[in-house]
């Protein structure tokens, strides 16, 4: 337990550390990466190139020291972020350097101004942050391993097939290369994917989602070639394209993640909102859907830019004839030539194509997509006055405020 004078001078130092925190968090990883190179096998380099990290824990870091003395109210980000950890093999012996090396940084950034007294302080907030995460992350591989199917660490998996979906998105069909049972998992969970790219110096890990409902057969992901004009293209997914095919070899952990359906246990109808590759921990989720509940009322949106990128149409199309209540509607955003009608849109989904949705009061909403999309989504449902708890996202990157 940490001590009223400790709590108080954590709370009086974190409008400081808020001001510094991503200021902090930079040099505290360019001298962590600097001393211990190896976590780069960890850590997404992109992310840190893009500030995207950095801001996560520095938030999350202040965050929690907020409501140290209270730090439950806090646990359903802390087990988000702790599924991401394990699905890393961040490991208890991490904290402790992670733990120096943020103290460090505190010191290097505020200077004169971070006292002995502040910096233990920070020290004893930091040990009780870390042990809450250890704590919960303990279960975790503890339940990865033990579920039925499950394992510790990275599992080489085998590429049983490749399917192109669209002109930019490839799924690859995953089984256990030891030929062991494919465990079952919660649809809208992902895995994280670990490859080594000849050349580089460092392993690669990237998650993503299943996109398709839990079966015996395979684990599938759908993987979006990530090539924009001007900018690096993406490493993981166009080494996957081009470099990975049947019978190649990539090591996964055990599916992860708090965007799941089960969160939501009533028989609400459902929404399920997708643009571009976000739709694949949905197409899981309606698949799963149509095997176990096809009398449920489902209505599915997927936004595209048209229908050359788009991916699953035809699976999509295939749910038709299988859930009794299924309303599919296609958003394309560019403009296109041909009909439009209630399936198929031109435009955005935004707050005035949400309220032509109709969707009852008592729907549950699961969105996946770009920030940007994300953002729009779900402020365009405040608008609508749909209340938080109904409406639930993944990101596919670090997770971000979008309000
Ligand atoms: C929970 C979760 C689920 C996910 N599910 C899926 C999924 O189902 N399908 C899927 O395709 N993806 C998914 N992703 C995203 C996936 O993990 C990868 O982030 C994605 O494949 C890009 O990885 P990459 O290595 O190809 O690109 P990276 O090398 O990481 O680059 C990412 C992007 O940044 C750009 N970039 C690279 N370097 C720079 C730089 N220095 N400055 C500016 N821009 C730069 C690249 O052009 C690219 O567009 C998911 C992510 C998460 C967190
Ligand atoms: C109390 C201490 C810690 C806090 C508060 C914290 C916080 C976070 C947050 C907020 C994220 C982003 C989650 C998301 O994807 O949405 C994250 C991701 C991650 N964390 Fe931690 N973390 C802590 C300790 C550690 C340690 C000890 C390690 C291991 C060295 C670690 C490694 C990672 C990695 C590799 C990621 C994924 C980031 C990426 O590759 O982009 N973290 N952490």
Redesign the pocket.
């Given at each position: 337990m940490l001590s009223q004078q400790t709590i108080q001078i954590i709370k009086a130092t974190v409008p400081v550390l808020e001001a510094k925190g991503v200021e902090i968090t930079t040099v505290f990883y360019r001298n962590l990466f600097q001393d211990y190179p190896q976590l780069l096998n960890i850590f997404?380099q992109?992310n840190q190139?893009?500030g995207r990290q950095q801001t996560a824990l520095a938030n999350t870091v202040l965050a929690a020291a907020k409501y140290i003395d209270r730090l439950e109210t806090i646990l359903p980000v802390v087990k988000q972020i702790a599924q991401k950890h394990r699905s890393l093999m961040v490991k208890p012996e991490h904290y402790p350097i992670v733990g120096e090396y943020l103290l460090a940084a505190i010191k290097e950034v505020l200077g004169d101004a971070a006292t002995d007294e502040i910096i233990g302080a920070w020290g004893e907030a930091y040990g009780v942050i870390a042990q809450v995460f250890i704590d919960i992350e303990k279960e975790m591989y503890e339940e990865a391993e033990q579920r039925s199917g499950g394992w510790a660490d990275f599992k080489e998996f085998i590429v049983a097939d490749k399917v192109k979906e669209s002109e930019v998105?490839t799924s690859f069909y995953l089984k256990p290369v030891d030929g062991g049972m494919v465990p079952s998992f919660i649809p809208g969970q992902?895995v994280t994917v670990r490859v080594k790219i000849p050349g580089e110096e460092y392993l690669?890990n990237?998650?993503?989602?299943l996109?398709a409902a839990p079966n015996k057969e395979s684990f599938r992901?759908?993987?979006?070639r990530?090539?924009?004009p001007n900018?690096?293209?993406?490493?993981?997914?166009?080494y996957l394209h081009d470099q990975v095919g049947v019978n190649d070899r990539i090591a996964l952990t055990v599916p992860a993640?708090v965007f799941t359906l089960e969160a939501e246990k009533n028989k609400a109808p459902l929404v399920f909102i997708g643009a571009g590759?976000g739709v694949?921990?949905l197409m899981s989720m309606v698949q799963s859907i149509a095997k176990q509940e096809p009398g449920r009322k489902v209505t599915f949106v997927q936004a595209a830019k048209n229908p050359r990128v788009q991916a699953f149409q035809n699976e999509l199309e295939s749910l038709e004839d299988k859930l009794s209540d299924f309303r599919l509607t296609f958003v394309y955003s560019e403009q296109m030539g041909g009909e439009q009608n209630d399936k198929i849109k031109q435009g955005h989904v935004d707050e005035e194509f949400l309220r032509n949705l109709k969707a009852d009061a008592d729907s549950e909403y699961y969105i996946c997509g770009p920030v940007p999309f994300l953002k729009a989504v779900t402020s365009g449902l405040r608008e609508l006055e749909i209340p938080d708890e109904k409406v639930h996202f993944?990101?596919?990157?670090p997770a971000e405020a979008i309000h």
């Open positions: 997404n992109t190139k893009k998105i992902y690669v990237r998650q993503y989602s996109s992901v759908s993987v979006k990530e090539k924009e900018t690096p293209e993406g490493r993981a997914s166009n993640g590759v694949t921990p993944e990101f596919f990157g």
